[in-house]
């Protein structure tokens, strides 16, 4: 949550992770409640699910373009997919004008998405890996390079259970193989 206040009208923005455009719309009805008894609630989101985009922004009674557009050009410029903004406006009775309703919604809503905090997303893939006792440390170490190791066996043989980033799996499975001489057991898990 992020507070502004420009010439006496009070501005509160909320920024949140969204995962379809049914939470965003909910989000947006949540903060809505929250606060109807303000003069604007307005909202933007930026929905990928799949290959195809949702987007949609509400200007919320502000004059057409002031208001809801400055705050989704937020999301669109820092390619924050699947967020969603609302900024809920208290009036404190000086015109702003166009120029500085955007300003102040722009202002507000990146204040909100600095607040709320970025986060990166992205896909994962998961393996088990077995191996002999002498090449734990080396195995360990380009795991962690990476990835991350979630589990550890310890039987007659070493077992890691880890995620990497699915765009690193090929240069992953060619360094191990290289680095062990292929003598390694590794599965999609």
Do not use: C, W
Not at 6 to 15: D, E, H, L, Q, V
Not at 124 to 144: A, C, D, M, P, W
Request: charged share 35%; proline share 1%; no cysteine.
């Amino acid at each position: 949550m992020a507070q502004k206040e420009f010439k006496n009208s009070i501005f509160i923005g909320y920024a949140r992770h969204v995962k379809n455009e049914a939470e965003a719309k909910a989000f947006i009805k949540e903060i809505k409640e929250l606060h109807k008894d303000a003069d604007h609630n307005v909202s933007a989101y930026f929905v990928k699910e799949r290959s195809s985009f949702a987007l949609r922004y509400d200007d919320d009674g502000e004059p057409a373009g002031s208001s809801g557009k400055p705050v989704f050009k937020v999301l669109e410029s820092k390619g924050l997919y699947n967020s969603a903004v609302v900024v809920t406006r208290y009036f404190g009775g000086i015109k702003l004008g166009f120029g500085g309703l955007s300003r102040a919604y722009r202002e507000t809503a990146i204040s909100a998405v600095e607040n709320a905090g970025i986060i990166e997303v992205f896909e994962e893939v998961r393996f088990t890996v077995r191996f002999g006792y002498s090449e734990i440390q080396k195995i360990k170490n380009l795991i962690e390079e990476y990835g991350k190791i979630e589990q550890e066996k310890y039987s007659d043989v070493v077992e890691f259970g880890f995620f990497i980033k699915k765009e690193f799996e090929e240069e992953f499975r060619e360094k191990l193989a290289k680095l062990t001489g292929n003598k390694v057991e590794l599965e999609n898990a």
